[in-house]
């Protein structure tokens, strides 16, 4: 950016202050970018969410606005900006209207230095990591704001719980990314993608097996970082009513919506540039990367499509895990992540003092430690096809099916409810 | 030793426990779903997926009914108001045969009493409207005789639910938007 601003003010002939202006108006308009995207992820998010949602409960999900109901998440937007904004007569004021800001600020702030493509960064920061993980502990500001300011009892415990479960988590998270430090030798997020190459065993996740446990814990301790479920205390509705955005409405409410959807986007993205080999593509040196649109297009996409892929696991995720108790939440973190991380960072710094990269010691532990990763992958495979195979003919492929396809067929209601019914004239009889 | 087993035991069984977790939600985002998409998504109308027997909207075919008013006086809740008036010159004529469908429990106690099956339970049940004075339905528009008890030759049987369509106004009669094959998924 800074070149294209040097290059244009030559072109111009401009004066310094000319050049001030010009570079002014280059980071607001990037800025803006950056935000834009950030709330569209949001906002596709919460349509994922929802299909994914109904398709794991036998639902269809939202399918009326637009093609599959994708534009639903822009008829939510308008309704929340159109609802009426209330603060509870109660309330600190000033604090209770700063809340959602902060909370978004922490997240969208961080997008600036993930690294979408190769020349596709807000600001490629020396200490980008670093920062990534510094300024989403603003998210904590946050909502810590919104529970005390809210003036209630269960937007105060929520807040306090989240405070609690952020700080705890980052340990694990930061010591899982000092991990992938060690290798890269560098905090700058470009640097740690270009230390890593397209094909899956130049990835850090499969570098060695610390690595590849460092990635689960990264992951687990990202999502619980960003209170999502089954980490989702500060919000639990059985137990807080909705915690700390108990008392928050309207856009306002929107505000630590979207925070937390993006907040999703970015974990996986951070996961994607650590430990899933970022924009690199397959066999393309970034050197060779660099002088081509169409190969920069292709980073482009398969980081988004990894990223994406991330996504929907903690999507995925959420509507599997029922949520953890407070003690277990803690016990999880201190006794069993920090624990493992410590490990995971030890046998990463060894195996980096016994293994000469680029070594047939190394390349061997890749290729093994990527072996692991797909003899995981096969096992999984292999249990959903045991489940599905005890589903029978209800299975469709059609991820994106409408719905209602077997009801009110007889015979599939015959098989659906005849065994029910066999089922429980059995039990009447005993 | 025991300790770190146990240890080590714990984290196993989450790691497997949460994968196979995973695994029954994966294989359910390949299942169909069941959601049935009433009214305006239904490959078929729920009115013909009822069951034979299934107590809808009542309905009187007056070419079967003798007005004995058993109806009226089986009825726990008066919904029926049947009016029968001597004639000088023509007899007996029902004047009125009201049903407020808006009352109806839909006990079917009417259609138990009546003794010529005059009275039916149709399958409609779509009687959604924004006045209830719209449920009261009146099947006699001008006073008639009644049917003997006795016809010769028996009176076609009217198909269920035709006669309540033509008397009310109802879901039938408002424009819907086109039925869509259940199989395809565009814009809704």
């Known amino acids: 950016m800074e070149s294209l601003v040097q290059h244009l003010s030559a072109r111009w002939s401009l004066g310094p202050w000319g050049q001030e202006l010009l570079a002014a108006a280059a980071i607001l308009l990037v800025a803006a970018l950056v935000f834009v995207v950030a709330l569209t992820y949001a906002g596709i998010i919460t349509w994922v969410e929802r299909r994914v949602a109904g398709r794991t409960q036998s639902r269809v999900g939202p399918n009326r606005v637009g093609p599959f109901g994708f534009l639903q998440w822009l008829a939510d937007g308008a309704k929340m900006i159109l609802k009426e904004d209330v603060i509870p007569a109660q309330a600190d004021g000033p604090m209770f209207r700063l809340a959602p800001y902060a909370c978004m600020l922490g997240v969208f702030t961080a997008f600036v230095s993930v690294p979408f493509g190769q020349l596709l960064i807000a600001a490629d920061l020396n200490v980008g990591i670093l920062f990534l993980l510094a300024i989403t502990s603003l998210v904590v500001v946050g909502v810590l704001m919104a529970g005390w300011a809210s003036n209630n009892k269960w937007s105060l415990l929520g807040g306090v719980r989240s405070a609690a479960q952020i700080v705890s988590y980052e340990l694990p998270a930061g010591l899982a990314v000092l991990v992938v430090v060690l290798g890269a030798g560098s905090l700058s997020m470009q640097d740690i993608v270009r230390a890593q190459g397209g094909a899956p065993w130049n990835w850090f996740v499969f570098r060695d097996p610390f690595c590849l446990v460092a990635f689960f814990l990264y992951f687990t301790a990202a999502v619980a970082e960003g209170n999502r479920t089954p980490f989702d205390l500060p919000e639990a509705e059985s137990e807080l009513v909705a915690g700390y955005n108990t008392e928050y409405s309207g856009i306002r409410f929107g505000g630590f919506f979207l925070g937390e959807f993006a907040n999703i986007y970015l974990l996986s993205a951070i996961a994607t540039s650590l430990f899933l080999g970022g924009w690199q593509v397959p066999g393309v040196s970034p050197a060779e990367q660099a002088g081509s649109v169409w190969l920069q297009l292709l980073g482009f996409a398969i980081f988004f499509a990894k990223a994406w892929a991330l996504v929907f696991v903690v999507v995925w995720l959420r509507w599997t895990l029922p949520r953890l108790r407070v003690d277990q939440l803690m016990g999880l973190c201190y006794r069993y992540l920090i624990p493992l991380a410590f490990a995971c960072l030890l046998g990463t710094s060894l195996l980096l003092l016994a293994v000469v990269p680029g070594s047939a010691l190394d390349l061997g532990l890749r290729l093994g430690t990527t072996g692991l990763g797909a003899l995981g992958g096969a096992l999984f495979a292999w249990r959903v096809a045991h489940h599905i195979r005890r589903a029978g003919d209800r299975v469709s492929l059609d991820v994106l099916q409408r719905g209602a396809r077997g009801a009110f067929d007889p015979a599939w209601q015959t098989r659906r409810y005849g065994a029910f019914r066999k089922a429980a004239r059995g039990q009447e009889e005993r | ?188």
């Open chain 2, 1 to 188: 030793m025991g300790a770190l087993a146990s240890y080590l035991r714990a984290i196993g069984r989450t790691v497997l426990s949460v994968g196979d977790g995973l695994a029954v939600t994966f294989s359910y985002l390949l299942r169909a779903p069941v959601t049935l998409q009433y009214p305006d998504r239904m490959r078929v109308p729920v009115i013909e997926l009822l069951p034979e027997r299934s107590r809808g909207m009542l309905e009187v075919d007056l070419d079967l009914c003798t007005g004995c008013a058993a109806c009226d006086r089986a009825c726990p809740i008066d919904c029926i108001a049947l009016e029968v008036v001597k004639h000088a010159e023509r007899g007996r004529l029902i004047q009125r045969f009201d049903i407020d469908l808006g009352k109806c429990m839909f006990c079917g106690l009417c259609t138990e009493a009546c003794p010529t099956g005059a009275i039916r339970h149709s399958h409609e049940f779509e009687g959604g409207t924004g006045d209830v004075r719209a449920l009261v339905v009146p099947f006699v528009d001008a006073p008639r005789q009644p049917a003997k008890a006795k016809q010769e030759p028996p009176p076609a049987p009217k198909p269920l639910g035709s006669i309540l369509r033509a008397r009310m106004p109802g879901p039938w009669d408002r424009p819907r938007p086109p039925a869509r094959p259940e199989g395809g998924e565009h814009a809704g």
